[in-house]
Every structure is written in C-alpha cells, then in structure tokens.
C-alpha cells in the first residue's frame, strides 16, 4: 500500500530565507512523487515531479526537490522564500501502476513573513 | 499539458437539492478523476471516470450519491445528490498525463 507523510501542518518561513517542507513516502517499487500548490480559492498546480534520473529536481517558481530512497522523503525546496510563496502545499505518491490511484499527503500550510 | 474547465466555480445550495458538476479536457484523456477536499482537508478520491463504462467508487463513496456521467473522452459531470451541509467542500477534477495529475479550479459548494 501507498502512502504519503506530510509532518508538519506549518511551516513559517522569514521572506528572503531558504524554506523546506517535508514529505515521506512508503510504496512498493520505484515511486513517482510530485509536489502541488495551492493557492487561496484555486485548484491545484503542479510544481515539479520525480519519475527517475538525478535526485535534485528543479519545478516552477523557482521550487526543487531531492529525493532520498535511504531515507523515503522528497522535501520541497527554495533557497530565497516569497511572500507570495504563502499557500498549501501537497505531497504525493504514485506507484506507477494505472490501476492505483495517486495518494496526496494533508498538506502542509507555508506562511512566508515579510 | 491537459487544461481542464470547471463549472460552476461555486455555488450554494439548499439541503436537499443535487447539484451537476460539468469537467472539460481540451484534449482526449482515458481516465478523469473526482476528488472531494473538504474544508481545511486534503484530497480525497471520490471515483476513477472512464469512458464507456461505470465509474470506479472508492470505499465511502456511492452511486446513488455521487452518479458520474462520462459521454466522451474529453468531459465528464460529477452530481452530488441530496445534499446535506456534510457535503460542502471543494469538488476537483483531475486527468492523469506523462504520470502526473492536472487539476481544474474546482468547485466550492456551500451548502446550507
């Protein structure tokens, strides 16, 4: 079975300051991972995704993840955090089978204080 | 990338009454996907909608409740039925393309 861990409900990050938002994951097989935003009274909007290849992953807005297969994360990224960063942010996990679905983590919540 | 509409973007409705919600693809997708978020909540998988067959419910979700239509590959109708304030919350659909999900902008229903 899949699932997807997101520890922390908030993450309070000075603008200007690198931020990271924590994911862990458990899935049998090679993962697809992804990390989606969203914004106040909008959908969701994919950042980035890890299929296969190098661990760094760059996505939009200057956002990139690394994933770790010791350690089962893919932590989301920035090195200079935006007020307009603030927004809910999703974890999620796929075992690349079509029959199953994509699993998303509770979301943890990123408040960038000017 | 899919582009995917939405409608209606919100609504409030009377305990009750069911509702239709309408999801366009610009493209031709096999598999469209409804999720619920409720308030404060992360998704969840309400059903799998393919063309030309009944859609998959997952545990904690019925037809009777939640029928989906799928006429063709490029749209789909979620109808929440007999609504209760339990049913409030943000409805999304979804299309899977090159692995991941892309979502519409949902639909906020309030009801009362």
């Known amino acids: 079975a899949q699932s997807v861990a997101q520890p922390e409900d908030q993450v309070n990050v000075a603008e200007g300051n690198p931020l990271t938002v924590k994911c862990t994951y458990s899935?049998?097989?090679?993962?697809?991972l992804f990390w989606y935003v969203q914004y106040p009274n909008r959908g969701l909007q994919f950042l980035l995704k890890y299929i296969t290849g190098d661990n760094l992953v760059k996505g939009s807005y200057g956002f990139e993840a690394e994933f770790n297969k010791s350690q089962t994360s893919f932590h989301l990224k920035k090195p200079s955090a935006l007020v307009s960063d603030s927004a809910l942010y999703f974890c999620a996990v796929w075992d690349g089978n079509r029959d199953d679905k994509i699993i998303f983590g509770k979301g943890t919540r990123l408040h960038i204080l000017p | 990338s899919a582009v995917i509409s939405q409608k209606p973007s919100r609504d409030i409705c009377q305990r009750g009454t069911s509702l239709t919600i309408q999801c366009q693809v610009d493209?031709?997708?096999?598999?469209m996907f409804w999720y619920r978020q409720q308030p404060g909540q992360s998704l969840t998988l309400i059903a799998t909608?393919?063309?030309?067959?009944?859609?998959?419910?997952e545990s904690g979700f019925v037809i009777d409740k939640f029928p989906i239509s799928r006429p063709n590959l490029t749209f789909s109708t979620l109808t929440v039925s007999n609504m209760s304030p339990e049913d409030s919350s943000i409805y999304l659909c979804?299309?899977?393309?090159?692995?991941?999900?892309?979502f519409g902008e949902g639909s906020r229903l309030t009801v009362l």
């Open positions: 899935v049998s097989g090679n993962p697809y």
């Open positions: 979804s299309v899977r393309d090159t692995g991941e999900l892309f």
């Open positions: 909608a393919n063309q030309g067959s009944e859609a998959t419910y």
């Open positions: 493209s031709q997708v096999t598999m």
